[in-house]
């Protein structure tokens, strides 16, 4: 199936889409609730970021893609950042799972890792469960995604099931104007254990593209999620990630986020603690470059009694990039002993470089905890300083400085491939 780019979505559209993918009529009707929404609702209001002349909707929204047999037949920048083993491994082209290695352990376990279409047909009732049910807030670019995602991965672990090596997943877009529409559900039962690893690899292209991308979590009484990812795509291409948690009883949910993406990046990133004694880590760190401009947002909704929460968020910007950081932990009604600490620490390398941080805490509980810091500034001169006097030039004591930055995420990312591949851009940013 293949439609012109910036066309008028239609229902036609929508209808062909779900026919060609053989879905059930409850997934048409989500799609078909989508394009009505996404015909009626204005994009996002963000602060401090106007995206009203940003791409939104001009791209080709499907292109299928050959399965491959072997991951030999994938180019360098894909084999690079593939784990030593490169089991549990699916791989999606533009709208289409092209690989997908499982082992034959996870299987046994009963866990499910396979691409999400596939799971619609496979786990119907089990994806029906989750299914775009995490309350994603309600604008364009969201509904958008509800009407036209297409590929994805479907994860769901267990009961008492720990999976000890990472589920990894890559979403490439390799040509022009082919948009991706990834839809990541992930779903562990009561006392399991995953950590999934995504990387989303995009070629440079001439021409504009688009990638809006959907994540959900759901991890129940005492389960423990961790989601790593890192972003890579060139100036040309508009990114749209959406990510939202939810946590039950003594459940936790770790995010360890890279965004180093070359374009506009809107970025937003929610967790709900509504089971007492959940938690939540977040890790993240963006690099900015070019004139390109970014917005993250890292929420966290207390609800639960004796819920913890604590958001560490690291930028640099260059040259004439401008991001804005917003970081917001709430306090509802009801949760008592709750502790919530967040920290946006931004660098800024160039004279028209802009950073912006904004912690904000939203108490409406009496008997908690919160705290809150930012920091927004050059380069330590004094430490540059310091470094040259020593024989390092002043380039190399800047990387230095940067990369020293940065380590409090880097050195939580969890596997060492991942990890070699986020410095390797970084480096590139930096040079």
């Not at 775009?132 to 994860?155: D, M």
């Not at 562990?188 to 690899?201: L, Q």
């Not at 040309?236 to 360890?256: F, G, I, Q, S």
Request: negative net charge; charged residues 20%; contains cysteine.
């Amino acid at each position: 199936m293949s439609v012109e780019a910036n066309v008028q979505f239609d229902l036609d559209t929508i209808i062909q889409l779900s026919k060609q993918s053989s879905e059930p009529a409850w997934l048409t009707q989500l799609r078909e609730e989508g394009l009505a929404a996404y015909q009626q609702l204005p994009l996002p209001k963000l602060v401090k970021t106007k995206i009203d002349k940003w791409n939104v909707d001009h791209f080709i929204p499907f292109k299928e893609e050959a399965p491959v047999s072997s991951v030999d037949a994938f180019p360098e920048s894909l084999t690079n950042i593939l784990h030593e083993t490169s089991r549990n491994l699916l791989v999606q082209k533009h709208s289409t799972c092209v690989y997908t290695d499982v082992s034959a352990s996870l299987k046994h376990q009963g866990v499910v890792f396979m691409p999400l279409p596939q799971a619609v047909r496979e786990h119907e009732e089990l994806v029906k469960k989750y299914l775009f049910q995490s309350g994603f807030e309600k604008h364009k670019i969201t509904a958008l995604h509800q009407a036209l995602w297409s590929g994805g991965v479907f994860v769901y672990v267990p009961k008492n099931v720990e999976i000890k090596e990472p589920l990894q997943v890559i979403f490439w877009a390799a040509e022009e104007e082919i948009a991706v529409f990834p839809h990541v559900l992930i779903a562990a039962d009561v006392n399991s254990s995953v950590t999934i690893v995504e990387n989303v690899v995009g070629a440079e292209f001439s021409k504009p593209n688009v990638i809006n991308s959907m994540v959900e979590i759901f991890a129940a009484d005492g389960a423990n999620i961790r989601y790593s990812s890192v972003r890579d795509l060139s100036a040309n291409t508009t990114d749209y990630t959406h990510r939202r948690a939810l946590a039950d009883k003594d459940a936790r949910v770790e995010w360890l986020l890279g965004d180093m993406n070359s374009g506009n990046t809107v970025s937003n990133t929610t967790t709900l603690l509504n089971g007492n004694g959940s938690s939540t880590d977040l890790k993240s760190v963006a690099v900015g470059s070019g004139s390109q401009k970014e917005n993250f947002v890292a929420r966290v909704l207390h609800i639960g009694r004796n819920t913890e929460s604590n958001v560490l968020t690291r930028g640099v910007m260059r040259e004439e990039s401008t991001a804005i950081f917003n970081g917001i932990t709430e306090m509802k009604k009801g949760c008592e002993k709750a502790n919530g600490q967040q920290a946006e620490n931004i660098l800024m390398i160039g004279e028209r470089a802009r950073g912006d941080a904004n912690p904000i805490l939203l108490i409406d509980e009496d008997d908690v905890m919160a705290g809150h810091a930012a920091s927004v500034g050059p380069v330590n001169p004094l430490q540059v300083f310091y470094l040259m006097s020593r024989g390092i030039s002043r380039r190399e004591a800047e990387r230095l400085i940067v990369i020293g930055f940065l380590a409090p995420v880097l050195d939580h990312l969890p596997i060492e491939g991942m990890q070699k591949r986020l410095l390797s851009i970084i480096e590139g940013k930096l040079s």
